[in-house]
């Protein structure tokens, strides 16, 4: 019983990190963004109020919603690499 009690815990402790990794990597990619205007001003502000969403997962499960904003930063991040290398190709 000890052992079950032992992996348990653990594993909540895991989940808590996993939380507060998830919560920071998008509180610093918006920041980043509304500085440096890398990503669209919209996406930086819903990423701060997804932050703070992220980190009320022990008590629903916002999980799909930080997918969803990393999908769309991937999506636009993959688009204008590719809109740039085609205007490097296109212009000479």
């Known amino acids: ?8 815990r653990s ?3 895991s989940l808590h990190g996993g939380i507060m990794v998830s919560a920071l990597l998008v509180l610093t990619t918006s920041i980043l963004a ?6 669209p001003a919209w ?4 990423g701060l109020v997804v932050a703070p969403l992220t980190l009320l997962a022990p008590f629903f499960s916002p999980v799909l919603v ?3 904003w990393v999908l769309v930063v991937s999506v636009l991040l993959l688009t204008r690499a590719r809109g740039a ?3 490097a190709t296109a212009g000479g």
């Not at 000890?2 to 992996?7: F, G, L, S, T």
């Not at 996406?43 to 819903?46: N, P, Q, Y």
């Open 34 to 39: 509304l500085r440096t205007r890398v990503l």
């Open 66 to 68: 930080f997918f969803a």
């Open 85 to 87: 290398r085609a205007g």
């Open 11 to 13: 594993a909540g402790s």
């Open 1 to 8: 019983m000890q052992r079950w009690e032992r992996c348990r």
């Open 43 to 46: 996406l930086a502000w819903a």
